[in-house]
C-alpha cells in the first residue's frame, strides 16, 4: 500500500518556510484552529472561529497558490465547537460556547445564529435563537437548502455547571472544585438531556421544525457525512462527556421525517482489542467511499463505565487516534494511518478526497495543517 506521509509541520503545525508553505499543494493556515468551523461555498472552503477566536479565511480552490485570504471577523462573541453549514451561497454559525458579554465571568452554551455573506464580506445577527443547545451539534445541508442537526449539549445543565465551577477556587478548595466536577461527570448518559431532536432550520423562512427523535442515546461531537443524496451516517461522538461511542447510524431525511438504521461500527484499530470510540473525528468521501479517520478518546473509559463507573474518564489520559477507516461493502476497514493523531478539526470533501483541515495535536496546540487524503479503493494517498 502506498502512501505518502510527509509530516505536515511541527508540534504547532507552523513550522515550515514561507517558501514552504508556498510549494504546497494544500497552504496552510495562516493561525492553528481547533473547535472552529469548516465549510465550502462552490469554490471556496471557509475555516476560522474556535481557537482563533473572530478570525475567518478562506480558500479559493481555484487559486490555492493564494493561500487563505482573511476574511471579516466574526461579529459578536466568538464561539467555539459551534454548528456550521452552508446554504444558498450563505454560511451559518449556530450556538457553541463562549462568553455572551465582554463582562462575562464564565462562558455558556450560546444560542444566537448568524450568517455570514460572501458578497458583502460581512456578518449578521439573525433574528432567532436556537431551541436546544447545539454546542458540539452537527449540521448538514439539505438538498432544499434547509440545515438539519444532529446533537448538541444540554443549555441549562452546561451553564449551571460551568456557574457552579467558576464560583470556586480551585487553589483554597480543591475539595469542593472536585465535588462539583465528580458530581457532573459521574452521572449516566440520560441524565445529560443532550439533544436527541433532529431539529431542520429554514434559512429562506427564518423557521425551525423537529422531525423527531434520535432512537438511540443522541452523540455530540461526532463526525457526519453525506454518504448518498439524503442520507448521513453519523460517526461515534460522546455519549455523555468523557465517553465515547464506537456506533455509526444512518439518517435519511425526506421532507418532514426522517429514517434511522445502523450500520456497522467502527472496529478496534490495528493491534488493539477495544474501540473507544472517536469525538472529534474527520469524515469525508473519496472516490465515492466514506472515510473517517483521526478524533480523540480516552483509552480504558469504556471497560470502566461496563463497569458501572460514569466518571469513566477520570485518572485517563487523552488519546488522539492516527486510524484512517474507509466503508467498504458495508464494514469499516483500516486502511492506513495519518501522520500523527488529530481531532477537533475541520473534514471537506473536495473533488480529490477527504481534506483535513487543522486540529488538535496530543501536546493540545491548534493546528494549522491542511492536507488531502485519498483513497481509491486499493492505494491511500496523503498529500500536504
Not at 452554551?109 to 443547545?133: C, E, I, M
Not at 458540539?136 to 457552579?164: M, W
Not at 469525508?284 to 461496563?306: E, H
Amino acid at each position: 500500500m502506498a502512501q505518502c506521509t510527509d509530516n505536515p509541520g511541527g508540534p504547532d503545525g507552523a513550522a515550515r518556510t514561507d517558501a514552504a508553505r508556498a510549494a504546497r499543494d494544500w497552504p496552510a493556515l495562516p493561525v492553528g484552529v481547533k473547535n472552529g468551523i469548516a465549510a465550502r461555498i462552490d469554490t471556496r472552503l471557509i475555516v476560522g472561529l474556535g481557537s482563533a477566536g473572530a478570525k475567518v479565511f478562506a480558500l479559493d480552490l481555484n487559486d490555492r497558490a493564494a493561500g487563505w485570504q482573511p476574511l471579516a471577523d466574526f461579529a459578536g462573541p466568538a464561539p467555539s465547537d459551534p454548528a456550521t453549514a452552508a446554504s444558498g451561497g450563505a454560511l451559518y454559525v449556530f450556538g457553541g460556547a463562549g462568553n455572551a458579554t465582554p463582562e462575562a465571568r464564565f462562558p455558556t452554551v450560546l444560542d444566537t445564529v448568524s450568517r455570514y455573506d460572501p458578497k458583502a464580506n460581512a456578518w449578521q445577527l439573525l433574528d432567532t435563537t436556537t431551541p436546544v443547545g447545539l454546542l458540539g451539534a452537527s449540521a448538514v445541508t439539505l438538498a432544499d437548502g434547509r440545515i438539519a442537526f444532529f446533537g448538541g449539549y444540554n443549555k441549562a445543565l452546561f451553564d449551571t455547571y460551568l456557574a457552579d465551577i467558576t464560583a470556586i477556587d480551585k487553589t483554597t478548595d480543591p475539595e469542593g472544585w472536585n465535588a462539583v466536577v465528580a458530581a457532573f461527570m459521574g452521572m449516566a448518559p440520560q441524565d445529560y438531556h443532550w439533544n436527541d431532536r433532529v431539529l431542520v432550520y429554514d434559512t429562506a423562512a427564518n423557521t425551525w421544525a423537529d422531525l423527531g427523535a434520535d432512537p438511540a442515546l443522541p452523540n455530540t461531537g461526532s463526525a457526519v457525512v453525506e454518504a448518498t443524496p439524503g442520507t448521513f451516517l453519523i460517526i461515534n461522538g460522546e455519549i455523555k462527556p468523557g465517553l465515547r461511542t464506537d456506533t455509526v447510524k444512518s439518517a435519511t431525511i425526506t421532507a418532514d421525517a426522517v429514517t434511522w438504521s445502523k450500520v456497522a461500527a467502527i472496529p478496534a484499530p490495528d493491534g488493539r482489542n477495544v474501540q473507544e470510540g472517536l469525538a472529534g473525528a474527520y469524515a469525508g468521501v473519496s472516490n465515492g467511499t466514506v472515510l473517517v479517520t483521526g478524533g480523540a478518546n480516552f483509552q480504558g473509559a469504556r471497560a470502566k463505565a461496563d463497569a458501572g463507573t460514569w466518571y469513566a474518564h477520570e485518572g485517563l489520559a487523552k488519546h488522539f487516534a492516527s486510524e484512517i477507516f474507509a466503508l467498504q461493502d458495508g464494514q469499516w476497514v483500516q486502511v492506513g494511518n495519518l501522520p500523527e493523531g488529530l481531532a477537533y478539526g475541520g473534514s471537506l470533501s473536495v473533488d480529490d478526497g477527504l481534506l483535513i483541515v487543522g486540529g488538535e495535536d496530543a501536546a493540545k496546540a491548534a493546528r494549522a495543517d491542511v492536507f488531502l487524503v485519498q483513497w481509491d479503493g486499493e492505494k491511500l494517498v496523503i498529500v500536504d
